[in-house]
């Protein structure tokens, strides 16, 4: 696992974390995961057109299609290891 991939995964794990603590809190699972949606789509669109821009349609497209493969990834990711796990 390269520098990057080693961030990434801190930064994942630390919104995760975060998202337990607030379930901790009583706050229900799903509005936590709107939240953090929010938060990330906020977020996106500060890296992609700075605090005072907004996406074009192009832009959200793009977006979500990168939504669309991280969850596609992470779906395949956790199939794999659950047949991993009734295999061994």
Not at 50 to 56: F, V, Y
Request: proline share 1%; glycine share 6%; with cysteine.
């Amino acid at each position: 696992m390269n520098e990057q991939e080693k961030q990434h995964q801190y930064c994942t794990n630390r919104f995760i974390e975060l998202a337990n603590e607030l379930k901790d809190e009583k706050v229900d699972p799903a509005l936590v995961s709107g939240a953090l949606m929010t938060a990330s789509g906020i977020y996106a669109t500060y890296v992609a057109a700075g605090n005072n821009g907004t996406l074009e349609k192009s832009g959200i497209d793009k977006v979500v299609a990168l939504y669309q493969r991280t969850l596609e990834h992470f779906q395949k990711a956790k199939k794999d290891e659950l047949m991993k796990a009734r295999i061994g």
